[in-house]
């Protein structure tokens, strides 16, 4: 928790990161996730959850083009033409 924490400090003084929480089946990782967002109650952060799947785990940046796909609201059948739109003009 210490370490989400300072993490977010970190954010606010405009150092962002990418927290990666790994660990087997059933150790707790989104219980640890969910209860350190209870913590921020209302104080706000610009962060993300990327979520990699089981057959992505291994390919570098997963959780950030994960991220970046829910961001611009890239989908699965998009176009090249569509995928640049979306990256160009965002929302």
Do not use: H, W
């Not at 176009?79 to 640049?84: A, D, L, Q, T, Y």
């Amino acid at each position: 928790m210490a370490q989400l924490s300072d993490a977010v400090d970190r954010l606010r003084a405009g150092k962002g990161s990418i927290i990666s929480i790994c660990g087997d089946a059933g150790t707790g990782k989104s219980r640890l996730v969910e209860e350190f967002k209870a913590t921020l109650d209302s104080r706000r952060s610009n962060g993300g959850k990327g979520m990699p799947t089981r057959i992505s785990q291994n390919i570098p940046y997963a959780p950030v083009t994960d991220m970046l796909r829910r961001a611009l609201r890239i989908e699965e059948g998009d176009s090249p033409s569509k995928i640049r739109e979306k990256v160009e003009r965002p929302g």
